[in-house]
Nanobody, 124 residues
Framework: QVQLVESGGGLVQAGGSLRLSCAAS????????MAWFRQAPGKERVFVAAIRWSSGSTYYFDSVKGRFTISRDNAKNTVYLQMNYLNAEDTGIYYCALRQGALLSMDTQRYAYWGQGTQVTVSS
């Protein structure tokens, strides 16, 4: 069965950086997309970034463009989210997600597999 395990969250000051990791295992298909979403307290889960595994093509939410970078390590089946110039609005639980196929989607409903989440807190 598919498992996604996130790590790398924590507390950081505004302007600082963090790198999140998500290791995938048990994948029964070869074409898939991985993404990061985040959920602030009392708000809906929203899209952050996605990467098409086969080509490495990426897609970002506007508010993180130029600050966040999503990447993958094929050998480790791991996706990363490098987050720079963090601000208080970036605070939340960050979830790794995976969907079969190559579509870079922002829609939570299109992702069948989710990690447990990792907390990111940015102090101002």
């Amino acid at each position: 069965q598919v498992q996604l395990v996130e790590s790398g969250g924590g507390l950081v000051q505004a302007g600082g950086s963090l790198r999140l990791s998500c290791a995938a295992s048990g994948l029964p298909f070869s074409s898939y997309t991985m993404a990061w979403f985040r959920q602030a307290p009392g708000k809906e889960r929203v899209f952050v970034a996605a990467i098409r595994w086969s080509s490495g093509s990426t897609y970002y939410f506007d508010s993180v463009k130029g600050r966040f970078t999503i990447s993958r390590d094929n050998a480790k089946n791991t996706v990363y989210l490098q987050m720079n110039y963090l601000n208080a609005e970036d605070t939340g639980i960050y979830y790794c997600a995976l969907r079969q196929g190559a579509l870079l989607s922002m829609d939570t409903q299109r992702y069948a597999y989710w990690g447990q989440g990792t907390q990111v807190t940015v102090s101002s």
